[in-house]
């Protein structure tokens, strides 16, 4: 195949990787990844990952509206189901050596950090599968990630560095938390493992850390200075509770930094 005339983009490597790429360009692509074996090596690797992900998570999106919700004769039921009872999402939250279930009626009031760790969950779950947007700000950014999140979220946000984990900053986006704005930062590992940092105004203050499951999501919840702060991804706890501990404990450095404003 001869070399395209019109450079390929990476937005085209990434569509062509998620099978969006129009098919006048297809050839040109794969012209472009025959002579230039590093991207193709990128793309292999790329899809790779986007492979194991949905492995991992494509089964969340088949999962039925529990029927005590009353929403089963809807024929597109909201996304966002679980958040009306949070106890219908069975998640359980382990604090210390002491366990606590949701699992009551959907007319339980779930506390702060219930509330909270089930949006962070849901976030999550969300982003963590998509390949090419999966933030709204890339890591290359970090300090217009950090300024523009601290900004609309009305405390200091800092995206740690987490590179002692393995794991380097994929970027962050702007969410709606349970009670305002609500900050997310993705992370990844070379081998494709991501872990989320979501972090939202909360009414509760514990430093230690409760550890939630939902399915084969888990995630690390702790808040202080009017911050809650959910570490979500693993289901491995020990690796989870690695990359929680140095969230924690670089937030502890900005110390009085985080607090709202």
Known sequence: MNDPKIPVTEDELHAYVDDELPAERRGDVEAWLAARPEDAARV???RAMAEMLHARYDSVLDEPVPKRLGLEQLSSPPRRWMYGAAAAALIAFIAGGGIGWIAHGATTTPSAFQSLTVEALDAHRLYVVEVRHPVEVAGSERAHLQQWLTKRCGWKVHAPELESAGLKLVGGRLLPGPAGPASFLMYEGPSGERFTVYAARATVETTQMRYATQGRDNALFWAEHGVGFVVSGSSDRDR????AKLVY???EKLGGD???R
């Not at 989870?240 to 990359?243: C, D, I």
């Open 44 to 46: 292999q690797s790329w």
């Open 240 to 243: 989870l509770t690695q990359v």
């Open 258 to 260: 985080v607090r709202t």
């Open 249 to 251: 404990d670089e937030s």
